[in-house]
C-alpha cells in the first residue's frame, strides 16, 4: 500500500479512538506514523499537531452540543500550553531524533504504569 493511504485508516482510528478514551493526538497519532509510515519523529509531531487542530475543533463542537465544554477550565490549560509553543518547537529541532524518541517511549511507559497501578 503506497504510504500516503495509511493515513487513511490512520485518521479513522485516532478519530474513533481518541473520542472514546479521551487521548488521542500525538499519544496515537506519533506512534503510528512512525510505525506505519516510517516518519521521522519531527515530522510526525508537526503532522500530529496540525491534525489535532482539525480533530480537536470537531470534538468540542459535539461535546459542546452536549453541554460537556467548560470554556474557563479549557482556557487554564490551553493558554499556557499554547504559550509554550515556541520554546518547545525550538527545543525539538535541536534535539535528535532517538533523543525524541526514547522521550516519548518513556513517556508513554509512565503513562502506562500509572494506569495498571492506579
Known amino acids: 500500500m503506497p504510504e500516503f493511504l495509511w493515513l487513511l485508516p490512520v485518521g479513522f482510528v485516532l478519530g474513533a479512538y481518541g473520542t472514546l478514551i479521551g487521548a488521542g493526538g500525538g499519544f496515537l497519532l506519533v506512534p503510528l506514523l512512525l510505525l506505519l509510515c516510517s516518519w521521522q519523529a519531527q515530522a510526525a509531531t508537526a503532522t500530529s499537531l496540525a491534525a489535532i487542530g482539525i480533530t480537536a475543533v470537531s470534538g468540542v463542537i459535539a461535546y459542546a452540543l452536549h453541554g460537556d465544554v467548560d470554556v474557563a477550565y ?32 518513556a513517556f508513554l511507559l509512565g503513562v502506562a504504569v500509572w494506569l495498571f497501578l492506579k
Open 74 to 105: 479549557a482556557a487554564l490549560v490551553g493558554v499556557p500550553a499554547a504559550a509554550s509553543v515556541g520554546f518547545a518547537t525550538a527545543l525539538q529541532q535541536r534535539l535528535r531524533t532517538r533523543t525524541i524518541e526514547l522521550l516519548f517511549a
